[in-house]
């Protein structure tokens, strides 16, 4: 199965700051992009999608931006909450074969201090 | 609430027994369901795609015996784990693609997951 990086970097902000969450995606045909949130135990969370048409866009407390140039794809959450603290997973979605895959980033870990 | 239903959330089995886990869509017809794995503190790696009413497609390393996947209605994905082994022991999440009402085709919405222990 395609998967990217064996480790999850981790990100610590104080609660009240800014977080800027980046991604590297891979494949160059890739038109549509998501981030999710995944708390310990649980499926991800849809937090933000942006299709390759579009360079930023946003939504409540956090903005998703595209570069395609380099292939990069960040995620900032404004005022970070305790509640913000879980993994975050971009994931690159590329039609291959008749069907849609959505393929899946490294992680990054955000953790919030009080 | 959820749109998308999967069970069971833990399940654990004795080695060389076959254990099955369904996921449902509940508000919206999914017309292509994803399976993928997680291993603690790693990302999600795809394992198959499944298109309703055709077989599975699976990715590279797959093993397309151990893990069988059934997509026999537009709400309902099935996967089994053949004659599981403790190596089999993971976190797997299903995911449906389709359209929505009042959403847009392309998102992809996940399952809660389910954490399969073989003893």
């Known amino acids: 199965g395609e998967s990217v990086g064996l480790h999850l970097p981790t990100l610590s902000v104080q609660e009240g700051d800014n977080s800027i969450i980046n991604c590297a995606y891979s494949n160059s045909a890739s038109d549509y992009f998501i981030w999710y949130k995944q708390e310990s135990g649980k499926g991800p969370q849809f937090i933000i999608d942006i299709r390759s048409n579009m360079d930023k866009r946003q939504g409540q407390r956090v903005t998703v931006l595209l570069n395609k140039t380099v292939k990069h794809l960040s995620l900032q959450i404004a005022a970070t909450q305790p509640g913000d603290s879980a993994v975050y997973f971009c994931?690159?979605?590329?039609?291959?074969?008749?069907?849609?895959?959505?393929?899946f980033g490294t992680g990054t870990r955000l953790k919030v201090l009080a | 609430g959820a749109v998308v239903s999967q069970h069971p959330s833990r399940v654990i089995c004795k080695s060389g027994t076959s254990v099955k886990i369904e996921c449902r869509s509940l508000d919206f017809q999914a017309t292509t369901m994803f399976w993928y794995r997680q291993f603690p503190k790693q990302s999600l790696m795809l394992m198959a795609t499944s298109n309703e009413g055709s077989k599975a497609t699976y990715e590279q390393g797959v093993e397309k015996d151990k893990f069988l996947i059934n997509h026999a209605s537009l709400t309902l994905s099935t996967l089994t784990v053949t004659s599981a082994h403790p190596e089999d022991s993971s976190f797997y999440i299903c995911?449906?693609?389709?359209?929505?009402?009042?959403?847009?085709?392309?998102?992809?919405?996940f399952g809660e997951g389910s954490r399969l222990t073989v003893l």
């Open positions: 994931a690159e979605s590329y039609f291959f074969s008749g069907t849609y895959k959505y393929i």
């Open positions: 995911s449906a693609r389709g359209a929505r009402r009042g959403g847009h085709t392309g998102e992809l919405f």
